[in-house]
């Protein structure tokens, strides 16, 4: 693997394009650190500080949005609103798409899908100005229902908005807009010119960016401050780092699993030529819907509470709905159902078993002993629809684990988001996709990849005698858990040799 970096340097284009990734990345960052016109972030910040880090407190709508904006919305940057309104807008018009006759049949012409990027821009710009008149009312009079112990932190720090008025909202709502477009053309200049999906990258770069605020977090609990002996043994924080690294195993083993259904095509003998007669494999995915599902269940979560506390803060029946939303077995009850809801929903919109069958009977393929056309769809719909309630849990344990660690373990809030959840979806799939595209550079100029040497040996074949054996999954297996093992014992060593002194 560390063969494949150097080699991305001896390829202009690919080296290029890693620079040009990088570049953007930087000017990403950089934008989340300047601050809203009219803004005093230190309040926010200081609250962020003090608040959010601790276990079990802090909201959740501003825990979601700091996550994903890289920490822009603890700056009050004008990358506050991220690119979470693009995504939202892109999901929208897909799951349109494919439930609207008319922009299904758009998408099927030529030119269709660029006219149907132009309208998912137009619903960015329309909830951009939304969210960011929102985000601005809250930054003119922040609310305790959404910001718990907001008030308080005032009192000490001053106002969040020193000078608000029309002229505020109106800048800072012009400011907040214009930092989601501008995060959509740097995307769009990382997939044209960069590597890997530009928006998916840049949620991957603002949740990463949050990690070592979360290892601070994590050092404090275990390790506390002061003259005092800690009470806390060293063990808790490497059996932390030793779930952290299953749990990143796990997302990446049901991420990457999959069916395999076997197709055959009939032959055809085309003048003197044989066509067909061999067999190739149906991918179908364990977790098809990826992380959608998490991200549905919480908006639709946190989007009714943070609206009823906005228009009925002082209401104590509209508090106590905002509490079950937020916290509680009501919460989770209601995100487990989501979860599975919304897995077989996105299932049900974007895989068409029919129409797979269609196609492989009009291309002569057929699935062994199942017969073309209704029985093959019905065979594909069955299949995928018990790999779906696997995914479906699989994605439920994953979203409920932050939770767990927070309030059973007293793992910071902050720390256990990257536990599970979709932080950590978002960060193995996006890396996995770049990954790949990488090694697509290097296998395409005859360089080894990231994972398996010696796939490309030149035009000339060696017989079995000259070939030196690969390497086995068995002992690739156990190489890494000894080395696992032995990063483990350094780290024991290193707190055991600290405490002593």
Request: aromatic share 10%.
């Amino acid at each position: 693997m560390i063969s494949a970096f150097f080699n991305i340097r001896k390829i202009p284009e690919l080296r290029n394009r890693v620079l040009f990734t990088l570049l953007m990345v930087v000017l990403y960052r950089i934008g989340c650190s300047i601050t809203c016109p009219g803004v005093n972030a230190s309040v926010l910040k200081h609250y962020f500080v003090e608040r959010m880090s601790n276990s079990g407190e802090g909201g959740g709508a501003a825990a979601l949005f700091n996550i994903f904006s890289g920490g822009a919305l603890e700056q009050c940057a004008v990358f506050s609103l991220g690119v979470m309104p693009y995504i939202s807008a892109s999901i929208m018009m897909q799951l349109l798409t494919a439930v609207v006759p008319q922009l299904g049949k758009l998408a099927k012409e030529e030119g269709g899908r660029q006219k149907i990027s132009q309208y998912t821009r137009y619903v960015t710009i329309i909830l951009c100005i939304f969210q960011g008149l929102l985000m601005t009312k809250q930054f003119v009079s922040p609310s305790d229902s959404i910001l718990p112990g907001i008030r308080e932190t005032m009192s000490h720090y001053g106002p969040l908005v020193p000078e608000a008025g029309f002229w505020f909202e109106l800048i800072c709502v012009v400011s907040l807009t214009a930092g989601t477009m501008l995060l959509m053309w740097l995307g769009d200049q990382i997939t044209d010119r960069g590597v890997g999906n530009g928006m998916s990258l840049i949620i991957a770069v603002g949740i990463v960016a949050r990690l070592p605020a979360a290892l601070v977090q994590a050092w404090k609990t275990v390790v506390p401050s002061g003259a005092g002996v800690a009470n806390v043994a060293p063990m808790k924080l490497v059996l932390m780092l030793a779930f952290l690294v299953l749990v990143i195993a796990g997302v990446i083993c049901l991420t990457q699993a999959q069916r395999r259904v076997t197709i055959q095509y009939a032959k055809r003998v085309v003048g003197r030529k044989v066509y067909g007669g061999v067999a190739q494999y149906m991918p179908l995915k364990v977790n098809y819907a990826g992380v959608m599902p998490i991200i549905f269940g919480q908006a639709l979560l946190v989007f009714p509470a943070t609206m009823v506390t906005m228009i009925a803060p002082d209401n104590a029946t509209a508090k106590k709905f905002a509490e079950a939303l937020n916290s509680g077995w009501p919460h989770y009850f209601i995100y487990s159902l989501l979860i599975f809801f919304f897995s077989y929903f996105w299932v049900a919109t974007q895989f068409q078993p029919q129409q797979i069958a269609d196609d492989l009977k009009k291309a002569g393929g057929y699935i062994p002993g199942v017969r073309p056309g209704k029985p093959t769809a019905e065979f594909l719909d069955k299949a995928m629809t018990r790999l779906t309630f696997a995914g479906a849990m699989f994605l439920l344990v994953i979203a409920l684990l932050p939770a767990m660690l927070s309030r059973q373990a007293g793992v910071p809030a902050l720390a256990a988001q990257f536990f599970g959840g979709t932080s950590i979806l978002i960060v193995v799939g996006v890396v996995l996709d770049t990954m790949r595209q990488i090694e697509t550079h290097l296998l395409q100029r005859h360089y080894d990849g990231f994972l398996r040497k010696g796939k490309l040996r030149g035009r000339f074949e060696r017989s079995p005698e000259q070939r030196g054996e690969s390497i086995g999954n068995t002992a690739l297996v156990w190489l890494a858990v000894g080395a696992a093992l032995l990063v483990l014992a350094g780290v024991v060593a290193f707190f055991m040799s600290r405490f002593a002194h």
